[in-house]
């Protein structure tokens, strides 16, 4: 059984930098190295100005290769999400939810943003057996232009003459969803139909809602860590989200924490190997 997890934070933006989003991928991996994975050699972080999307590609594609059953592979990014108009169709709303590198670029989105495409692409390999698990504080909708008293959105809002691109017809002949411009966009389908019986994704929003990025630290990645330690280190999917939802609400996020992926492996204890 082998153990490997990549831990991604980037406050470092140049047009909308966070704060506390090192902090979070500094914890997970506090976290997992409590779990038992060791830091030098089965954990690798990436903070602020090393989080391009090369190095985050390159490190997801460390993570999966020769994984094998049995295996416990965790991704944890913290940092700004977007959308970008779909080129190839596969999206029924006709936009690509993305992962926002710190080199991301507005005028190259296609080149400089990661995919929910891209990531199904580099996870797909993953076998049966194994535990993919990806932790997400970020988000892919909420608006920027009001004051959020708990913190900085950790959504990248596009520049107006993107924000027109993005509502350019379908190849389907339909406007993209205006629920887009309301926040109520689609779920993200990070993990997409092959990875559901693989993969489990603990997200820190609703697709309507903002992902914060706290006071001191991501409400959603504290919550994650405070509960794991807080049951020993042992507890299952289906329960922890349960309770981190309680706990960020509780503190006056009003972001409700998700759990998609692998249903029969919600009952499993997280970030550890799948029985059987």
Not at 107 to 118: F, M, P, V
Not at 193 to 219: F, H, M, T, W
């Amino acid at each position: 059984m082998a153990r490997r997890a990549v831990c991604v934070g980037i406050n470092a933006y140049p047009t909308a930098p966070l704060r506390n989003c090192v902090a979070d991928a500094m914890l997970m991996r506090r976290l997992l190295v409590e779990m038992g994975f060791d830091r030098n050699d089965e954990i690798r972080a990436l903070f602020d100005g090393d989080g391009t999307r090369n190095n985050i590609l390159t490190l997801l594609a460390w993570l999966v290769e020769g994984a094998q059953p049995g295996d416990v592979l965790v991704f944890t990014y913290s940092g700004h999400g977007t959308r970008i108009r779909d080129l190839n169709g596969d999206e029924p709303d006709g936009l690509d939810e993305a992962l926002v590198p710190v080199d991301f670029d507005w005028n190259r989105r296609y080149e400089t943003a990661i995919t929910d495409d891209q990531l199904r692409a580099v996870f797909c390999g993953v076998p049966k057996g194994a535990n993919l698990t990806i932790v997400l504080d970020s988000c892919h909708s909420g608006s920027m232009l009001r004051s959020l008293p708990q913190g900085r959105s950790k959504y990248l809002s596009p520049p107006t003459e993107v924000s027109s691109d993005l509502m350019a017809p379908t190849t389907k002949g339909s406007l993209l969803s205006w629920r887009w411009l309301l926040g109520q966009p689609p779920a993200l389908r990070l993990l997409g139909r092959g990875l559901k019986r693989r993969g489990i994704l603990l997200s820190a929003c609703k697709a309507n809602e903002v992902a914060y990025d706290g006071v001191d630290q991501g409400p959603h990645t504290e919550a994650v860590v405070f509960i794991m330690r807080s049951a020993g280190l042992r507890l299952s999917y289906k329960r922890l989200i349960k309770l981190v939802r309680r706990r960020v609400l509780g503190k006056g996020y009003g972001q409700h924490a998700r759990l998609q992926g692998n249903r029969a492996a919600r009952k499993y204890n997280a970030f550890m190997p799948f029985p059987g």
